[in-house]
């Protein structure tokens, strides 16, 4: 087992350079430019442009800036944003706080609200239960988030004036009042993205059920005489959890990533506003920083869902 | 205590007054009696009101404006940081900053020749950290400015400055190289935020960008930054040292950014939400109902020099150029040949800038149909174009065009040897612009033209390196807006033979157009010297009636300069369509 990560992890070191590059490939070769924000102001002439551009280093083939970027990151230095001339990592430590608070939240409520909707209504399948959560994960995944975030903020906010739709990152929760208001801020972003996380892991446990209780090993413990609710909670549940671990360990890195549109819709200061605004502005130190830490958490996380594949399913071993 | 009270009172007055008269410049700064609609709040408290906040949908990521790269940024620094005077909304420099009073030649602060500059400060005036603001700290902000290693992007204001010397702890002299009737260029407005030299003393040259105080900057402003979250927010608090005792009214400030313009409009005019957001660019139809039924807040706007404008291009953009395509040296094949004006008349003349701007700008409430690049300033304002824009008629437009031989093909295309008129119609994605493209083709191709539109993301479009830019300009017309300072001369140069945007210049120079034209570059030539304002404004209006009757340009609308949304209760706004919307943020009340 150990020497199994081992050479995982070694192979994660070439397979992190080879996507650094293409992210740095990619970002040099887009059109965008981080002094497009001056538009065509005649109050900044091309040689006072170019005076900026220099200044940012971008004058150097983008080969040599790659080469001089992979060193400093092997330093754990991730560089200085174009846009606030402040060091990516602050950046990124700054607004890692709201993405968890309101991504990392929403995928806790989904993964726990997910697992009882799935296994109820696989035991009673086809029972208005069933249905009703079918109908409620359908329209959980497949209603874009733009839309049900938009839909919330004009029925709670607009008409009926409940909830505010700007988040106040600022807010520090001190007492009963200010968490609150924290509570009042986060429902709706949260609600947002629990119903898609939720809605996608309940489908997902839902089908592992099913296809595990008419199997053998299920008709036996019945056959022992064990209760229905140990038969299934016990036997059945455990079974089909291990690839739905699978699946929610895999989802972990993308509440890292934050959510870029939901994030946009309700002004959460989390990472992915950050990556897509960024990614308008040519800003490449965040732009690849982001990018490259989120390569590694999923790395990362790969390797431990397939390490706890192997600890919850004992017919699984590497070596 | 009396006397700081009756200097106070004296700069209220002052300012409320410079406010009223619209800055009237050589009013002397004690004189009094005035009542002004802003004198109850002027003489309320400082620090009564609670939290003033104001959403930007761009979010602030920087906070010294020599290194901003957008508004929002320079914005967000004007609470802290301040010039030496504003441009008011009429265009003129007023003494709401840093100069006790605005030199003129009449009043002694500007020479006879135009060459130097002396501005007197206001007396006492502290940085937010207790020490006296001096006239050595605007000397050091001019000579970071004028340092090519800080790169800063305010560093056009110090060209052709030769020196900001601090004569004494009150007065400073600019002196330019030579003659410059536009005198104000160093020290007024978003150019020329004054840094304080204990700040930034240590980081001169190419260290100005690992400067803490990029991000909390020292200032003579109203507020101080509290808290700053890059690309989030910036919270304030009000500047226990500035100059007037009862200035700021709001004890906090939140300056909040991100998210997009529809959601902003809704913020202040439909939940309450926020008391100030900026730049509500919507479309009208979406933003007249909002602001017309809301009960909470209102639209603010002025009018400054934004235009948006059809650029046609002059040289050949045909992509079998190959590397010579789009250079200034090749001739667009019929918007620049001997029949070029003609073409480019009958282009202008099925342009329909009134349905533009009533359907799409709100007839007023964004925009107006407009016919010169030069204005905002009533004095340069050209009134010979008026008949040229007026005559909107496509059948006119088609006529003209088949009297020169260009004659309508079976495809519905006018061409003439060989030539087709195809057009490609490229600008910035956004929903205004795409429904301006729709009517401008619907009645060009009525015309006999043939057009194809195109959009390009604003970050691409507004790049030097990308084929697809403004710059490039690879099409046939193209559509942004752009708008100048007070003195036009800068803003028009960008259409001399000297600008021709091409490869030798890296895609780089203003004129997008290559446009070359010798009387139009002697026109700006004779802008860099003349003195006297009002063959100054002859000049303006004569730059301004070749570009738009040679037809180079199209002004499609004029639009506000500020389009913002207020809250019903905040009180003391004066767009300014010249400077930054935080200006007067001083003033602002409930």
Same mark, same amino acid.
């Given at each position: 087992?150990?020497?199994?990560?081992?050479?995982?992890?070694?192979?994660?070191?070439?397979?992190?350079?080879?996507?650094?590059?293409?992210?740095?490939?990619?970002?040099?070769?887009?059109?965008?430019?981080?002094?497009?924000?001056?538009?065509?102001?005649?109050?900044?002439?091309?040689?006072?442009?170019?005076?900026?551009?220099?200044?940012?280093?971008?004058?150097?083939?983008?080969?040599?800036?790659?080469?001089?970027?992979?060193?400093?990151i092997a330093h754990l230095d991730f560089g200085y944003s174009f846009m606030s001339r402040s060091p990516v990592i602050d950046l990124i430590w700054q607004r890692l706080p709201n993405t968890l608070a309101v991504v990392g939240v929403a995928y806790i409520i989904g993964v726990l609200l997910a697992v009882p909707i799935g296994m109820i209504s696989a035991v009673k399948r086809y029972s208005v239960f069933d249905h009703l959560s079918t109908t409620f994960a359908f329209i959980g995944f497949s209603v874009p988030t733009f839309f049900t975030g938009l839909l919330l903020i004009i029925i709670f906010s607009v008409k009926l004036h409940w909830l505010p739709f700007i988040y106040?990152?600022?807010?520090?929760?001190?007492?009963?009042?200010?968490?609150?208001?924290?509570?009042?801020?986060?429902?709706?972003?949260?609600?947002?993205?629990?119903?898609?996380?939720?809605?996608?892991?309940?489908?997902?446990?839902?089908?592992?059920?099913?296809?595990?209780?008419?199997?053998?090993?299920?008709?036996?413990?019945?056959?022992?005489?064990?209760?229905?609710?140990?038969?299934?909670?016990?036997?059945?549940?455990?079974?089909?959890?291990?690839?739905?671990?699978?699946?929610?360990?895999?989802?972990?890195?993308?509440?890292?990533?934050?959510?870029?549109?939901?994030?946009?819709?309700?002004?959460?200061?989390?990472?992915?506003?950050?990556?897509?605004?960024?990614?308008?502005?040519?800003?490449?130190?965040?732009?690849?920083?982001?990018?490259?830490?989120?390569?590694?958490?999923?790395?990362?996380?790969?390797?431990?869902?397939?390490?706890?594949?192997?600890?919850?399913?004992?017919?699984?071993?590497?070596? | 205590?009396?006397?700081?009270?009756?200097?106070?009172? %004296?700069?209220? $007055?002052?300012? *409320?007054?410079?406010?009223? @008269?619209?800055?009237?410049? &050589?009013? =002397?700064? +004690?004189?009094?009696?005035?009542?002004?609609?802003?004198?109850?709040?002027?003489?309320?408290?400082?620090?009564?009101?609670?939290?003033?906040?104001?959403?930007?949908?761009?979010?602030?990521?920087?906070?010294? %404006?020599?290194? $901003?790269?957008? *508004?929002?940024?320079?914005? @967000?620094?004007?609470?802290? &940081?301040? =010039?030496? +005077?504003?441009y008011g909304p009429d265009a003129k420099p007023l003494a709401n900053a840093l100069a006790a009073e605005i030199p003129t030649v009449a009043n002694g602060g500007v020479s006879a020749d135009l060459t130097t500059v002396t501005w007197k400060l206001k007396q006492g005036v502290k940085w937010s950290d207790g020490s006296a603001f001096t006239a050595d700290d605007v000397a050091f902000t001019f000579s970071l400015m004028a340092d090519p290693k800080t790169a800063v992007s305010t560093s056009d204001a110090a060209e052709g400055v030769k020196s900001v010397v601090a004569k004494d702890a009150n007065t400073v002299v600019v002196t330019y190289n030579a003659p410059t009737p536009n005198f104000y260029q160093w020290g007024v407005g978003t150019c020329c935020y004054i840094l304080q030299k204990k700040q930034f003393e240590a980081f001169q040259g190419e260290k100005l960008k690992d400067a803490p105080g990029n991000l909390k900057p020292i200032g003579t402003g109203p507020y101080v930054v509290d808290t700053f979250k890059s690309g989030d927010v910036v919270t304030y608090k009000m500047n226990d040292q500035f100059r007037d005792a009862n200035k700021p009214y709001f004890k906090t400030v939140t300056f909040k950014g991100g998210g997009d313009a529809p959601s902003a409009a809704r913020a202040v005019f439909q939940t309450g939400d926020v008391d100030y957001a900026w730049n509500l660019q919507v479309e009208a139809g979406i933003l007249k109902p909002m602001a017309d039924t809301s009960t909470k807040g209102k639209l603010l706007t002025v009018y400054g020099s934004s235009v948006e404008r059809i650029l046609l291009n002059f040289a050949d953009p045909s992509p079998s150029l190959g590397a010579k395509r789009g250079e200034p040296d090749t001739k667009h094949p019929f918007f620049n040949g001997p029949d070029g004006k003609t073409v480019r008349t009958a282009l202008a003349m099925a342009t329909d800038r009134k349905t533009v701007a009533q359907q799409i700008y709100g007839d007023g409430l964004a925009g107006k149909a407009g016919c010169n690049i030069v204005t905002g300033v009533p004095d340069y304002e050209s009134t010979a174009t008026a008949d040229f824009c007026s005559k909107f008629d496509t059948a006119a437009a088609g006529k003209l065009l088949d009297d020169a031989g260009w004659k309508l093909g079976t495809d519905g295309v006018r061409a003439k040897g060989g030539i087709k008129l195809n057009i490609v119609y490229q600008t910035t994605v956004n929903a205004v612009r795409q429904k301006t493209q729709d009517i401008m083709k619907q009645n060009w191709e009525k015309a006999g033209f043939k057009v194809e539109l195109k959009s390009v993301p604003a970050d691409v479009f507004f790049t030097n390196t990308s084929p697809d830019g403004a710059n490039h300009f690879w099409s046939d017309v193209e559509?942004?807006?752009?708008?100048?300072?007070?003195?036009?001369?800068?803003?028009?140069?960008?259409?001399?033979?000297?600008?021709?945007?091409?490869?030798?210049?890296?895609?780089?120079?203003?004129?997008?157009?290559?446009?070359?034209?010798?009387?139009?570059?002697?026109?700006?030539?004779?802008l860099r010297t003349e003195k006297d304002p009002a063959k100054r404004a002859s000049l303006f209006k004569q730059a301004n009636d070749i570009l738009i009757l040679d037809v180079v340009i199209i002004p499609v609308v004029t639009r506000t300069q500020v389009t913002s949304g207020i809250s019903n209760t905040l009180k003391n706004v004066v767009p300014t369509g010249w400077d930054s919307e935080m200006y007067a943020v001083q003033d602002f009340g409930k």
């Open positions: 087992m150990g020497r199994y990560v081992a050479r995982r992890l070694l192979i994660a070191i070439p397979t992190l350079i080879v996507i650094s590059f293409v992210v740095y490939a990619i970002l040099a070769l887009a059109p965008t430019d981080p002094l497009a924000s001056f538009g065509a102001d005649p109050r900044v002439p091309p040689e006072v442009r170019e005076r900026i551009r220099e200044s940012l280093g971008l004058n150097q083939p983008w080969h040599v800036r790659y080469v001089k970027w992979l060193i400093a106040d990152s600022t807010l520090k929760v001190t007492s009963l009042s200010t968490l609150g208001d924290q509570i009042r801020q986060s429902i709706m972003p949260i609600t947002v993205l629990a119903l898609f996380d939720t809605a996608t892991i309940a489908r997902y446990t839902r089908a592992e059920m099913l296809e595990h209780l008419p199997l053998d090993y299920v008709r036996t413990a019945r056959a022992k005489g064990l209760k229905e609710r140990l038969v299934v909670l016990r036997h059945v549940l455990r079974n089909s959890l291990i690839p739905v671990v699978t699946l929610v360990a895999l989802g972990i890195p993308a509440v890292f990533g934050g959510a870029i549109v939901t994030e946009q819709i309700f002004r959460v200061p989390g990472i992915g506003e950050l990556l897509v605004r960024s990614i308008g502005q040519g800003d490449t130190p965040v732009v690849a920083a982001i990018l490259l830490i989120f390569a590694t958490l999923v790395v990362l996380f790969n390797l431990l869902a397939d390490v706890l594949y192997g600890v919850l399913d004992p017919r699984i071993r590497y070596s | 205590m009396t006397n700081q009270w009756r200097r106070a009172t %004296a700069v209220v $007055a002052a300012a *409320t007054m410079t406010l009223a @008269a619209c800055g009237q410049t &050589t009013t =002397p700064p +004690a004189a009094s009696g005035t009542v002004a609609p802003s004198a109850s709040v002027a003489a309320a408290k400082r620090g009564a009101g609670d939290d003033l906040k104001i959403l930007y949908w761009q979010a602030p990521t920087i906070l010294n %404006a020599h290194l $901003a790269t957008g *508004t929002k940024d320079s914005d @967000a620094a004007r609470l802290v &940081t301040e =010039p030496l +005077a504003s559509m942004f807006t752009n708008n100048s300072d007070p003195d036009f001369t800068n803003y028009l140069n960008g259409w001399t033979s000297k600008q021709a945007t091409g490869s030798a210049n890296n895609w780089n120079s203003a004129n997008y157009n290559r446009y070359q034209n010798p009387a139009f570059d002697t026109i700006i030539d004779s």
